[in-house]
């Protein structure tokens, strides 16, 4: 029997794509500053979704007593190779304490000394039991004015015409409904992409992995194929975790000072440097090099500091608690064994993202990016996600008080039934030749052996690349004969097909960067060295099918703005 779906249609002052970090408390600042109505459209239920999901303990962009904005923007451009906005950067940092204290408001536990002051980590962080973060957040949306939530909706498509943007399609994942969502402004807060390459655990355990794995690049893929411009998908991510649980390496480097040794006992983080591509590089190195494994020197510590970690990865990846009780042995009598991650495209750690100005608008009028989703400001982590998020909804609300964006509802009707009718098509199409999951493991190996995944230790060359491209447009061939029984499975193809338009404009600005400038995150074999004629943003943007390269020169403007 054929399956039609219900349709329905939403009309809004602002749609938001994702109920994150980001896009819960854009929604909590518009409708703060606004009678604007807001409907969130989530994927999961935003109680528990996106990265603050199982927790976090610390607040990793915070400016402590002592330092300044400018400090912050000072240490991610060096981490970056200079190659970051630092107009979003500054104006993410000047938000950071804003953001805290008022999640501290909202129920947040910030820690504090005897004196009452929040306890720093570092120079940059302060510690928080953060286990019910998300929550927290979630309930604060959702008991704004003028919000609703929308949960287990798949955001598929942008409503774009003329280089504006009108609302978006999309469909519920557990009802056979879809949805046309008309907006005069849509904020994309989805998160980065994970799942393009072979990740470090296997079967079952494929999905213990550093970024979330339903973060599937689904806003970076919308606004691809809807000619947003893009900048520095070159510039992945790796993280250094603790082997097996994929836990956070960060709480043991700098709750406790933990140095980076090999199996030689030799400290080889200085050796390399300490930024954070450099602690990745230096270990897959003294791997190469028969060094290995490589640690966290933990068996230092005081065993007062045992119960500290313990604690603290309670909050956010209590699988590494879990091995060291089943082990029977505390930090204090082991070293922690570590690890690259696969990589990822994520906006929040490198400036990978939307192409935006100072204010978070894409290129593309009405559309703005926040969260991990946005680039050029790297390191952003928690705190930057929710200044963004504020930052964007303050814009959107002044540009609809000043009738900038204006809705007309009957515009895009037949674009959007186009839509509907291919989700239909999907779930009444005979299976093909291969599995959805098949598809994905094809794309990841390939990703993995061709695009510098782990087995091949991050690096790659020209021809490699070439062949990687060759080999994804191939799969999305495949992937678009790809069937579904039901909605839950018309979720996984469009996961996949979101992925795979990810890989391309990866591989695309992989291909042009022609320099290394992030040892592991970008390293070229055919282009060993950092090249000056390459301080530059290697930005893109799809035309006609074909991803087209865009190089631009520094942003040394405080507020950017698009020239188009």
Same mark, same amino acid.
């Given at each position: 029997?054929?399956?039609?779906?219900?349709?329905?249609?939403?009309?809004?002052?602002?749609?938001i794509?994702?109920?994150?970090?980001?896009?819960?408390?854009?929604?909590?600042?518009?409708?703060?500053?606004?009678?604007?109505?807001?409907?969130?459209?989530?994927?999961?239920?935003?109680?528990?979704?996106?990265?603050?999901?199982?927790?976090?303990?610390?607040?990793?962009?915070?400016?402590?007593?002592?330092?300044?904005?400018?400090?912050?923007?000072?240490?991610?451009?060096?981490?970056?190779?200079?190659?970051?906005?630092?107009?979003?950067?500054?104006s993410?940092?000047?938000?950071?304490?804003?953001?805290?204290?008022?999640?501290?408001?909202?129920?947040?536990?910030?820690?504090k000394?005897?004196?009452?002051?929040?306890?720093?980590?570092?120079?940059?962080?302060?510690?928080?039991?953060?286990?019910?973060?998300?929550?927290?957040?979630?309930?604060?949306?959702?008991?704004?004015?003028?919000?609703?939530?929308?949960?287990?909706?798949?955001?598929?498509?942008?409503?774009v015409?003329?280089?504006?943007?009108?609302?978006?399609?999309?469909?519920?994942?557990?009802?056979?409904?879809?949805?046309?969502?008309?907006?005069?402004?849509?904020?994309?807060?989805?998160?980065?992409?994970?799942?393009?390459?072979?990740?470090?655990?296997?079967?079952?355990?494929?999905?213990?992995m550093?970024?979330?794995?339903?973060?599937?690049?689904?806003?970076?893929?919308?606004?691809?194929?809807?000619?947003?411009?893009?900048?520095?998908?070159?510039?992945?991510?790796?993280?250094?975790?603790?082997?097996?649980?994929?836990?956070?390496?960060?709480?043991?480097?700098?709750?406790?000072?933990?140095?980076?040794?090999?199996?030689?006992?030799?400290?080889?983080?200085?050796?390399?440097?300490?930024?954070?591509?450099?602690?990745?590089?230096?270990?897959?190195?003294?791997?190469?090099?028969?060094?290995?494994?490589?640690?966290?020197?933990?068996?230092?510590?005081?065993?007062?500091?045992?119960?500290?970690?313990?604690?603290?990865?309670?909050?956010?990846?209590?699988?590494?608690?879990?091995?060291?009780i089943?082990?029977?042995?505390?930090?204090?009598?082991?070293?922690?064994?570590?690890?690259?991650?696969?990589?990822?495209i994520?906006?929040?750690?490198?400036?990978?993202?939307?192409?935006?100005?100072?204010?978070?608008?894409?290129?593309?009028?009405?559309?703005?990016? +926040? =969260?991990d989703?946005?680039?050029?400001?790297?390191q952003?982590?928690?705190?930057? $996600? !929710? /200044? @963004?998020?504020? %930052?964007?909804?303050?814009?959107?609300v002044?540009?609809?008080?000043?009738?900038?964006?204006?809705?007309?509802?009957?515009?895009?009707?037949?674009?959007?039934?186009?839509?509907?009718?291919?989700?239909?098509?999907?779930?009444?199409?005979?299976?093909?030749?291969?599995?959805?999951?098949?598809?994905?493991?094809?794309?990841?190996k390939?990703?993995?052996?061709? +695009? =510098?995944?782990?087995?091949?230790?991050?690096?790659?060359?020209?021809?490699?690349? $070439? !062949? /990687? @491209?060759?080999? %994804?447009?191939?799969?999305?061939?495949?992937?678009?004969?790809?069937?579904?029984?039901?909605?839950?499975?018309?979720?996984?193809?469009?996961?996949?097909?979101?992925r795979?338009?990810?890989?391309?404009?990866?591989?695309?600005?992989?291909?042009?960067?022609?320099?290394?400038?992030?040892?592991?995150?970008?390293?070229?074999?055919?282009?060993?060295?950092?090249?000056?004629?390459?301080?530059?943003?290697?930005?893109?943007?799809?035309?006609?099918?074909?991803?087209?390269?865009?190089?631009?020169?520094?942003?040394?403007?405080?507020?950017?703005?698009?020239?188009?």
């Open positions: 029997m054929e399956q039609k779906l219900e349709r329905k249609k939403i009309d809004t002052d602002v749609l794509i994702g109920g994150g970090t980001a896009g819960c408390y854009a929604a909590l600042n518009i409708s703060r500053n606004s009678n604007l109505s807001v409907l969130i459209a989530e994927k999961a239920n935003i109680k528990r979704s996106g990265c603050l999901a199982a927790g976090v303990n610390a607040i990793n962009a915070y400016i402590v007593e002592g330092r300044t904005p400018q400090d912050y923007v000072d240490y991610a451009t060096k981490d970056a190779g200079g190659i970051v906005r630092e107009d979003l950067l500054l993410a940092a000047e938000h950071f304490n804003e953001t805290a204290e008022d999640m501290e408001r909202l129920g947040l536990v910030i820690l000394d005897e004196n009452g002051k929040y306890v720093a980590r570092g120079n940059r962080n302060i510690k928080i039991n953060g286990e019910n973060f998300k929550p927290i957040l979630a309930k604060a949306a959702e008991e704004a004015e003028n919000v609703t939530v929308l949960n287990h909706i798949n955001i598929t498509d942008l409503l015409l003329n280089n504006r943007v009108y609302g978006a399609v999309g469909f519920s994942v557990k009802e056979q409904i879809a949805y046309e969502i008309h907006a005069k402004a849509v904020l994309v807060a989805t998160g980065g992409a994970a799942g393009l390459y072979k990740p470090n655990n296997p079967g079952f355990s494929r999905h213990k550093w970024y979330p794995p339903f973060n599937t690049g689904a806003g970076y893929a919308m606004g691809i194929l809807a000619g947003a411009e893009m900048t520095s998908f070159e510039m992945r991510f790796i993280a250094l975790r603790c082997k097996d649980t994929i836990a956070p390496t960060g709480t043991i480097a700098q709750g406790v000072g933990a140095k980076q040794v090999n199996a030689r006992g030799f400290v080889y983080e200085d050796k390399y440097g300490l930024t954070t591509s450099e602690r990745v590089y230096g270990t897959v190195r003294e791997n190469q090099l028969g060094n290995g494994p490589c640690y966290l020197k933990t068996s230092v510590i005081r065993k007062e500091q045992d119960e500290e970690l313990l604690k603290a990865y309670l909050n956010m990846a209590p699988s590494q608690t879990l091995k060291w089943e082990s029977g042995k505390n930090p204090s009598e082991q070293d922690v064994e570590i690890q690259g991650t696969e990589p990822y994520v906006g929040g750690h490198t400036a990978s993202g939307y192409w935006v100005n100072t204010n978070r608008e894409t290129t593309i009028h009405g559309l703005y990016a +926040a =969260g989703v946005a680039g050029g400001c790297p952003k982590y928690v705190t930057g $996600a !929710l /200044a @963004e998020g504020e %930052i964007a909804a303050l814009d959107i002044k540009k609809i008080s000043e009738n900038v964006f204006i809705d007309d509802a009957g515009i895009l009707q037949e674009k959007a039934s186009d839509i509907m009718d291919s989700y239909e098509t999907v779930l009444n199409a005979k299976a093909g030749l291969y599995s959805v999951e098949e598809l994905e493991e094809a794309m990841q390939v990703m993995d052996e061709y +695009a =510098g995944g782990i087995s091949a230790n991050y690096q790659f060359n020209e021809k490699q690349l $070439a !062949l /990687a @491209e060759e080999k %994804i447009e191939g799969l999305q061939k495949l992937a678009e004969e790809a069937s579904a029984g039901d909605m839950h499975e018309l979720l996984f193809v469009y996961e996949l097909r979101e795979l338009v990810v890989c391309k404009s990866l591989i695309a600005h992989l291909l042009a960067r022609k320099e290394t400038r992030w040892h592991s995150f970008n390293e070229n074999l055919d282009y060993p060295d950092e090249d000056v004629a390459f301080e530059k943003y290697v930005n893109s943007r799809m035309e006609d099918g074909k991803i087209k390269i865009i190089l631009r020169d520094l942003v040394k403007e405080a507020d950017y703005e698009h020239q188009n």
